[in-house]
Nanobody, 122 residues
């Protein structure tokens, strides 16, 4: 059974940091690209970052470059977030894509987690 489970969401103050974890099972970790997406209230889901595990290539959305770092090890992908702002409040979800490449397309993801809520208080 394929599973992606997110950990690490919660309440953080404006300017704070948070590290999210995505634990994956049920498929060969090295064969997939793992991505982080978020959906803020009333907005469409957007890609934040993706990591191609087999070669380490990464993608970052322009709006968060310099504030997030994606990494992966032992069936877990991490999203380190810094300088968080109230507008970063959203449900953050990880997903897996069998395709290679440095892109990060929501429609290409094969498997999804259930998400974890991040709230940034002003």
């Amino acid at each position: 059974e394929v599973r992606l489970v997110e950990y690490g969401g919660g309440l953080v103050q404006d300017g704070g940091s948070l590290r999210l974890s995505c634990s994956v099972s049920g498929f060969r970790f090295e064969d997939y690209k793992i991505g982080w997406f978020r959906q803020a209230p009333g907005k469409a889901r957007e890609a934040i970052s993706c990591l191609s595990v087999h070669d380490g290539s990464t993608y970052y959305v322009d709006s968060m470059k310099g504030r997030v770092t994606i990494s992966g090890d032992k069936n877990t992908v991490y999203l380190q977030m810094r300088s968080l702002k109230p507008e970063d409040t959203a449900v953050y979800t990880c997903a897996a894509d069998i395709n290679k490449g440095s892109n990060c397309y929501e429609h290409a993801m094969d498997y999804w987690g259930k998400g974890t809520l991040v709230t940034v208080a002003s």
